[in-house]
């Protein structure tokens, strides 16, 4: 039956003037996958993040470096009009306009596809952003579109999912939209939601992995670094005043739990004591932090009010 129909196909196709499609001709393969940036991963959390509870979305630029390899180096937002289940872009010069400005100011890269996000209901696409999809397809066949949840993401665990559309034209001839025979990389298990949504049916994964340069690297490591200035801030009076007394309250408790254990020890075996201080806090390696917190605290506080005294 497959067969019958493979050779309907090529009939109709040829009745069309097209030139018959191979069936042995070659597909895009698994060992596919998207290298995106840290750059552009942390714009997008932080889109994704600033939008919720809408959708939003935004274009990826980057190259396509083989026909195993698309490299997302950085990422901008579209005007868009969306809601809370589906976003469509409205300004079709803009893109056109910023891909300029960019070119001025040192990024030649190429759109490679887009990104949206769906804050809390996991990576699918809906009819949506098929067509979407489509419409990027359209101009380039290898273009991918990407599905982030800035919700389900927690620090360590991006939730991110890369698609792109499977020819129905291929599949009623039964090929497979992409040969299974490479075992390079990691495609993440389909949910049951994805599955619902179309998943292998309309659209497949691609395994996404993250690579950055030196740079990147030396801005990462620089995002949250303290600096020696930070040390001479002052907090407010008020405000220094009630966390002493709070840290003073925490220290006779932790006090008093010490005192505790210490005639607990002279009473029970330390098997006993084992047993009934599993799971609790030990008050003595707290009373050392705590005291050791309120001392630092207090020190640097007067040293910064002093030198600010004679400074300013």
């Known amino acids: 039956m497959a067969m019958n129909l493979q050779r309907l196909m090529q009939q109709m196709q040829g009745m069309g003037g097209d030139a018959a499609v191979d069936p042995d001709a070659p597909m895009a393969d698994t060992a596919e996958q998207v290298y995106i940036s840290s750059l552009a991963l942390i714009k997008m959390l932080k889109h994704g993040r600033a939008g919720v509870p809408m959708e939003v979305m935004g274009l990826m630029l980057g190259e ?10 950085d990422v901008f937002s579209m005007p868009q009009s969306g809601n809370s289940v589906s976003v469509e872009a409205v300004d079709p010069v803009f893109q056109t306009k910023m891909l300029d400005m960019l070119k001025q100011s040192g990024r030649p890269e190429m759109v490679v596809g887009w990104y949206h996000s769906h804050p809390g209901f996991g ?16 101009l380039n066949p290898r273009a991918v579109g990407v599905v982030v949840d800035p919700i389900q993401s927690v620090k360590g665990k991006v939730v991110i999912d890369c698609f792109r559309l499977i020819n129905p034209q291929t599949l009623m001839m039964g090929q497979e939209p992409r040969q299974t025979t490479s075992n390079i990389g990691h495609l993440q298990k389909p949910t049951i939601t994805q599955l619902v949504h179309g998943l292998n049916r309309h659209y497949y ?5 993250y690579r950055k340069n030196e740079l990147e690297e030396k801005m990462l490591l620089n995002l949250h ?6 040390g001479l801030k002052l907090e407010t009076f008020d405000k220094h005043q009630s966390a002493n007394e709070s840290a003073i309250k925490s220290l006779k408790k ?7 254990l210490i005639q607990d020890e ?4 330390p098997e006993e004591l ?30 910064g009010s002093m030198l600010d005294t004679v400074v300013f």
Do not use: H
């Open 64 to 73: 396509f470096i083989d026909d195993y390899t698309v490299r997302v180096v």
């Open 266 to 269: 002279v009473k029970k075996t």
């Open 205 to 209: 994964s691609i395994a996404i992995n």
């Open 225 to 230: 670094k303290s600096k020696w200035s930070d």
């Open 254 to 260: 932790l006090s008093e739990s010490y005192n505790t």
């Open 123 to 138: 990576c699918w696409f809906s009819g949506t952003d098929v067509n979407t999809q489509q419409s990027f397809e359209q």
């Open 274 to 303: 084992v047993v009934q201080n599993v799971g609790k806090v030990d008050p003595k390696k707290r009373l050392e932090a705590e005291v050791d917190g309120i001392l630092t605290d207090n020190i640097l506080q007067c040293l």
